[in-house]
């Protein structure tokens, strides 16, 4: 990212834990797909009469290649994935790997916040923070691949200022 | 004297049984449907009818509201009883509903809204006029008698009437609008999902459609395609003709008798021709301004400005009717630029329109929109060409060319369009954005008032060096965010980001 952060931010940290989430879901999710396209150009090549040899390797390719891009996509998107807290301002989450987006999320407009951990998460420790504003459209911004802890104690540490400021 | 009880008027039950009726209309007319072999089976229909009626009745009577010295009382309920307080500072709106039998009977339904948005938080149906107003003037003494020590003298300037709109104006509205061919669209889906009234629909356009079909292979036989052509051009310029009547039409329904008043710092909107709807909203709980002109808008010297409030309804709760929608939506439905501009002061002191150092989006702008449609035109053009080849070329390739050509120098005249009307302003704390080719949309939003920031890069942008400006505010469509700047140039996007980030955090 080009821009600069504020001399005052500092980097949240992500658990390698988030990395092999993302490697399963979208590993799978690749194979899954190939797995679904390869069967349909098997069918197509039977119908077309090619020898069977051929007709597994069409099946597999897609597969494969399907799979080993979800795998490294993961990679991508877990290296660009940045959250940044702005004492006494905000947060900023980078995410994006072709499609990529700066969420400025500002302390003073914080509605509620939660922890949230789903049964992976449990395993390895992990839990999302949730920050939810009073917009309407981009309302809620997920931090995922914190330590627990830390998790919690961000949201100690922005709730009494989210409570000053609405008083 | 203000500690008092009071009740809704003796009318309410009617109106209480017409929604209870609604609700009940399903298995009432099952058990008539079912039930018509037996012999008495009106008796048995009126049974549950006259439970209902009852209930209502009691319903009613017990429901009563205290205006107290720091909140709204509302106790309801006839065994399970409900007490509600609803302090006057989370009141934000009252707005009032009055169909045509309201009307007839003098009497008005008011809502009570809070800042929570969604259902509203208290409901009175029915009151009688005085009784209504009488309501509206205590609540608006008591906000008004709280924060009094903020706000200096507030000696409740008259109420003054910002905009209105007569019949002629009305009628360019309905000219303008498209109403009538939703309207038509919405009949039509609802046609179409019904069996019966699609068989019937059928039955009666099935010899329409016969006859138009014979009267073409009679003229195409003698050869008489200009006629034809005519009589074509003909049926199309009604059937428009007839869809901007229905418009029209409908225009008069919502809009008549359209007045935006303001009232210290309340705006107050009433319109309708049968049934009529007030509706109000706090200046500073305004969060988005839209000004719309849309071609035709342009050809009448006209435009619309729409506005979205914090914690409204907004986009749940549509009417596609003759009777307008509940929730402050727009400021002006139809006003000359002059007029909007002079509306949206009252709104932002701050804005000054003639001062407006309007600067263009980053020069990529035009290879973005470009690209952005090729994407999707041109493998659509090849997919064309390939089926044209498959069937030995039915449009000689010449022609294919041609259009694509043509359509080449339509997009980039479009492109350009754009680029060249595409500009944001700021004076102050104020964020303008200008849009559009066919339709122009400027859109307004103060700093202070937005919730959140982000930018956004696709590849393809990332390629030009430009980025996404986003932002929401409260209140706005769930559909699309209130503020989507695309094609800033990187630089310009952060110091922009910036100066708003800022401007959040001072705001409190």
Not at chain 1, 37 to 66: D, E, H, N, Q, R
Not at chain 2, 187 to 207: E, S
Not at chain 2, 468 to 482: E, K, M
Request: hydrophobic share 50%; with cysteine; charged share 15%.
């Amino acid at each position: 990212m080009s821009s600069l952060p504020a001399p005052t931010a500092t980097s949240l940290p992500k658990l390698p834990a988030l990395l092999t989430v993302w490697r399963y879901v979208y590993a799978s999710t690749g194979t899954i797909s190939g797995m679904v396209a390869g069967a349909v150009l098997a069918w197509m090549c039977a119908k077309l009469g090619a020898a069977s040899m051929i007709l597994y390797a069409f099946a597999l390719l897609p597969t494969l290649a399907l799979g080993a891009f979800g795998f490294l996509y993961a990679g991508k998107k877990y290296s660009n994935y940045q959250a940044e807290l702005h004492a006494d301002q905000g947060v900023v989450l980078y995410d994006g790997v072709w499609w990529r987006t700066e969420a400025w999320v500002p302390i003073a407009r914080l509605q509620h916040i939660d922890v949230s951990q789903g049964p992976l998460d449990r395993r390895w420790g992990m839990a999302t923070l949730t920050l939810q504003t009073a917009g309407t459209h981009d309302h809620a911004t997920r931090i995922a691949g914190l330590p627990v802890a830390r998790a919690h104690a961000l949201r100690a540490a922005l709730l009494p200022q989210t409570r000053a400021r609405h008083e | 004297m203000s500690e008092q009880r009071r009740h809704l008027h003796p009318l309410s039950s009617i109106f209480l049984l017409g929604s209870a009726l609604r609700q009940i209309a399903l298995p009432l007319g099952a058990m008539l449907f079912f039930g018509r072999d037996a012999n008495n089976w009106e008796a048995w229909a009126a049974l549950p009818v006259l439970g209902v009626g009852a209930w209502t009745v009691l319903r009613a009577r017990f429901f009563h509201y205290e205006v107290g010295e720091s909140e709204l009382l509302v106790r309801e309920g006839v065994i399970d009883r409900a007490q509600k307080h609803i302090p006057f500072t989370r009141i934000q709106g009252v707005s009032q509903r009055r169909i045509l039998l309201h009307r007839l009977l003098g009497v008005t339904e008011v809502r009570i809204e809070s800042a929570a948005g969604g259902k509203p938080e208290a409901v009175m149906k029915v009151l009688s006029l005085p009784a209504a107003a009488e309501l509206e003037a205590l609540l608006r003494d008591k906000k008004c008698a709280a924060p009094a020590t903020l706000s200096g003298p507030t000696a409740a300037p008259a109420s003054s009437v910002l905009h209105a709109l007569p019949a002629s104006e009305i009628l360019r509205l309905g000219l303008v609008s498209n109403r009538g061919m939703i309207m038509v669209g919405v009949a039509f889906g609802l046609v179409m999902q019904n069996d019966t009234l699609r068989f019937n629909f059928g039955k009666l356009v099935r010899p329409l459609v016969r006859w138009a079909g014979r009267l073409m292979q009679t003229q195409v036989e003698s050869g008489n395609a200009w006629i034809l052509a005519a009589g074509a051009a003909l049926g199309l310029l009604g059937m428009l003709l007839l869809l901007r009547l229905l418009s029209v039409l409908l225009a008069f329904f919502r809009y008549h008798g359209f007045t935006l008043a303001r009232d210290g710092e309340r705006l107050l909107a009433q319109q309708g021709l049968l049934t009529v709807v007030r509706n109000g909203a706090r200046l500073p709980r305004l969060q988005r301004w839209e000004l719309e002109e849309t071609w035709l808008h342009r050809r009448f010297g006209r435009c619309r400005l729409a506005v979205s409030v914090a914690g409204s309804r907004h986009g749940q709760e549509h009417a596609h009717g003759a009777s307008p929608d509940t929730g402050f939506e727009e400021l002006a439905p139809i006003a000359t630029p002059a007029q909007a501009q002079a509306l949206l002061r009252v709104c932002i002191p701050a804005l000054d329109w003639d001062r407006l150092n309007w600067r263009a989006l980053h020069p990529a702008a035009v290879k973005r929109r470009l690209f952005g449609q090729a994407r999707w035109v041109v493998p659509a053009l090849l997919a064309c060409a390939l089926a044209d080849a498959f069937y030995a070329w039915p449009l000689p390739w010449p022609a294919l060319v041609a259009i694509a050509a043509l359509l080449a120098l339509a997009m980039l005249w479009h492109a350009r369009a754009w680029a060249r009307f595409g500009a944001i302003a700021e004076t102050g704390d104020v964020l303008l954005y200008r849009s559009g080719v066919w339709t122009r949309r400027t859109i307004v939003v103060v700093g202070a008032r937005l919730q959140n920031l982000r930018l956004y890069s696709s590849p393809l942008d990332r390629s030009l060096g430009i980025v996404h400006l986003q932002a929401d505010t409260q209140g706005g469509s769930r559909n699309h965010r209130a503020l989507d700047i695309p094609c800033l140039g990187r630089g310009a996007a952060d110091t922009l980001r910036a100066s708003l980030w800022q401007r959040i955090q001072g705001a409190v």
